[in-house]
């Protein structure tokens, strides 16, 4: 069983829009958590991180922690052609390595 | 500041030859990761350096491939005899502190084996 999975996608909204992405993981030991965006041909970037249960957020970003559901989601408002991407979970076991999903593409539509 | 970066950003093999990538972390960055990351796929982790010490090395995929970070700050991945199954982006992280801290990633070296 993968230790972190996401939604299949892909995921299309329209402009101005909220995208909701969704992950779960299945150690239940895991600390930390964090969403990296990655444009097509380019590497993950870190736009997220949420360390404790409840809502964290970062301008038109919320992620969602909830530790006993073992789920971690993502919020985007507002959304922007510019938000087109796809959208990696990635969750820290408590040691150093990070799991990934294999991500979400989102397409905004404009 | 600068962020982490990574040499060469492509890299074509003929099966069977040696590659080493190169990867330079955020200056004063502890950790320092390589994840391998096939199409459509997430980052898969292969190796952890705390300072100059491989702490782990249990997702390289055989002794064909190699990590080293002598001095505790530049890190060299080497893959011996490439294989077409090596084919993939190679990704470097680096982190500030050990333990959960957030991760940020160079702009990978896309290895083609031919």
């Known amino acids: 069983q993968k230790e972190v999975e996401q939604n299949s996608g892909p995921l299309s909204v329209p402009e101005g829009a909220i995208a909701s992405l969704n992950c779960t993981y299945s150690?239940?030991?895991?600390?930390?958590f964090f969403w990296y965006r990655q444009y097509s041909g380019k590497s993950p970037e870190l736009i997220m991180s949420?360390?404790?249960?409840g809502d964290k957020e970062d301008g038109r970003f919320t992620a969602q922690l909830n530790k006993a559901s073992q789920y971690v989601s993502l919020l985007i408002r507002d959304s922007q052609p510019s938000d087109s991407a796809t959208y990696l979970c990635?969750?820290?076991?408590?040691?150093?390595?990070?799991?990934f999903g294999a991500g979400t593409t989102v397409t905004v539509r404009a | 500041g600068a962020g982490v970066s990574q040499s060469p950003r492509y890299k074509v093999a003929k099966r069977g030859q040696d590659v080493a990538l190169r990867c330079d972390p955020i200056?004063?960055?502890?950790?320092l990761f390589w994840y391998q990351q096939a199409l459509g796929q997430g980052p898969e982790f292969l190796t952890y350096?705390?300072?100059?010490?491989?702490?782990?090395k249990s997702g390289l995929p055989s002794d064909r491939f190699f990590a080293e970070r002598p001095e505790g700050s530049v890190s060299t991945l080497k893959i011996q005899r490439t294989q077409q199954e090596d084919s993939a982006v190679y990704l470097c992280?680096?982190?500030?502190?050990?333990?959960?801290?957030?991760?940020?990633f160079g702009p990978g070296t896309r290895l083609t084996v031919t």
């Open positions: 992280a680096s982190s500030y502190g050990t333990g959960s801290y957030e991760q940020y």
């Open positions: 150690d239940r030991g895991s600390q930390s």
């Open positions: 949420i360390y404790s249960n």
């Open positions: 990635a969750v820290n076991g408590g040691d150093y390595k990070l799991s």
């Open positions: 200056s004063g960055h502890v950790s």
């Open positions: 350096f705390q300072n100059e010490a491989q702490l782990d």
